[in-house]
């Protein structure tokens, strides 16, 4: 066990529709991060939180969201899916910035739309 | 602009023949490097980090600035070290993973 947890490990849904993923950091880290994990594009930054504020935007569509809570979960709200989301999506945290010690990953997500 | 390239999307190897997963980087700062593994799409975890100098699992990997390269080694690869393998920098921003390099370890 990483120390990160994600639910659901598995969703399937349908176009158009709306989900939420959710992750709980390793128990003193203060920085989440979100990626998504697709065949073709391999691991794309979506967005990064840090006690609760947004700290750096990577490649993430406008019709998806996030935020991390008074007690540091995060959740990351998708609309409007399109075939096209279906991916893996990880959470990662870390103490500060992890720029020295990298990260821990949760054991993902898989969403898959139909 | 952070950029980390690993050429070889696939790299398939004999037991107990030695391995080396390219990596090169692009950052005009002082980069700190590491090396993920998955496993069959399961989480990634955290295999070595460039400024501990560490060996784990048999693998190591030299940071060479001159090159920009972050190439990881392992003298003699064993079956369980199949895997997806990610080279990742950290520079300025969270962080850049390159796209992967699968190595199988054929027996």
């Known amino acids: 066990d990483s120390g990160v947890t994600q639910t659901p490990k598995h969703l399937i849904t349908a176009t158009g529709q709306r989900v939420t993923l959710r992750c709980s950091p390793r128990?003193?880290?203060?920085?989440v991060y979100w990626y998504q994990q697709s065949l073709d594009q391999g691991l794309q930054f979506l967005i990064q939180?840090?006690?609760?504020?947004?700290?750096a935007k990577g490649n993430i569509l406008e019709r998806f969201s996030a935020q991390q809570f008074p007690d540091l979960h995060s959740e990351l709200n998708l609309s409007s899916l399109e075939l096209g989301d279906s991916a893996l999506y990880f959470c990662?945290?870390?103490?500060?910035?992890?720029?020295?010690?990298?990260?821990?990953f949760g054991s993902g997500t898989r969403l898959t739309v139909v | 602009a952070q950029r980390v390239t690993q050429p070889e999307k696939l790299l398939s190897v004999f037991k107990g023949a030695p391995v080396e997963l390219k990596c090169n980087y692009s950052y005009s700062g002082s980069p700190e490097l590491f090396w993920y593994v998955q496993y069959s799409r399961q989480r990634l975890q955290l295999l070595l980090r460039h400024i501990s100098r560490e060996s784990i699992k048999g693998f190591t990997a030299d940071l060479n600035k001159g090159e920009t390269s972050f190439h990881l080694k392992k003298p003699f690869a064993q079956e369980e070290d199949s895997a997806m393998y990610y080279c990742?920098?950290?520079?300025?921003?969270?962080?850049?993973f390159g796209k992967g390099t699968r190595l199988s370890v054929i027996a």
């Open positions: 990742a920098l950290s520079g300025n921003t969270p962080l850049v």
């Open positions: 128990s003193g880290d203060l920085s």
């Open positions: 939180y840090y006690n609760g504020e947004e700290r």
């Open positions: 990662a945290s870390s103490q500060i910035a992890g720029r020295d010690y990298g990260y821990t």
